[in-house]
C-alpha cells in the first residue's frame, strides 16, 4: 500500500508519541511484578468491572485456557480475584482487587512522568483537541469477537454473553 506525505507523517508521530510513553508503561507494569500485557489485561478488566471470566477473554480477544492462564497470574500478583456469580453459580466472575484498583490508578506516578509534563504544557484548548483525537482513534477499534456459549463449565457465561456493550 503506498502512503501519500501526510499518511506517514501521521503514523510516525503516532509512534513516535506511543514510543514516548512506553518507558511509563514499563515501570507501572515492573512496579506490579507484571508485563506490559498483563498491564494491559488489568486496565481492560478496570473498565468491564466486575465480568464473568469469558466475557474477559472475549474482550481481549483470548480463548478459554489462556484468558484462564492470565487469571491465574494476575490472581498470584494480587491484582484479581475470582468470584462466584451471585446469580449463575456455573459462572465464575473476576474482578480488580484494591490492589489492582491502585495499579491502574497510579496517579502520582503518572503525573511526575514526563510523558505528563509534555501533555500539560499544551494550553488547554490544545490539550481538549489531543483527547477528542484520540477518543475518536480509540472509538473506530474493532468489536471483540464473541462465540455463542455453550458449555456450562464454571468460566463460561450460559447466556452467550449478550450484555456486551459497544466498546468506547
Do not use: C, K, W
Request: proline share 5%; glycine share 4%; hydrophobic share 40%.
Amino acid at each position: 500500500m503506498d502512503l501519500s506525505a501526510s499518511q506517514r507523517r501521521t503514523l510516525r508521530t503516532f509512534l513516535l508519541a506511543v514510543a514516548l510513553a512506553e518507558p511509563l508503561q514499563q515501570e507501572l507494569a515492573a512496579s506490579q511484578g507484571i508485563s506490559l500485557g498483563d498491564l494491559h489485561a488489568v486496565r481492560v478488566l478496570s473498565r468491564l468491572g466486575e465480568a464473568p471470566v469469558s466475557r474477559y477473554g472475549a474482550e481481549l480477544g483470548l480463548p478459554r485456557s489462556t484468558i484462564t492462564n492470565l487469571v491465574d497470574r494476575l490472581e498470584r500478583a494480587g491484582l484479581v480475584e475470582r468470584v462466584a456469580s451471585p446469580t449463575d453459580r456455573r459462572v465464575t466472575m473476576v474482578r480488580l482487587t484494591e490492589t489492582g484498583l491502585e495499579a491502574t490508578e497510579a496517579r502520582a506516578r503518572l503525573a511526575d512522568s514526563d510523558v505528563a509534563r509534555r501533555l500539560f504544557s499544551l494550553d488547554e484548548s490544545d490539550q481538549a483537541l489531543l483527547v477528542e483525537l484520540l477518543e475518536r482513534v480509540l472509538a473506530n477499534r474493532p468489536e471483540p469477537e464473541v462465540a455463542a456459549q455453550t458449555d456450562t463449565s464454571e468460566d463460561s457465561d450460559p447466556a452467550g454473553s449478550p450484555e456486551l456493550e459497544p466498546v468506547r
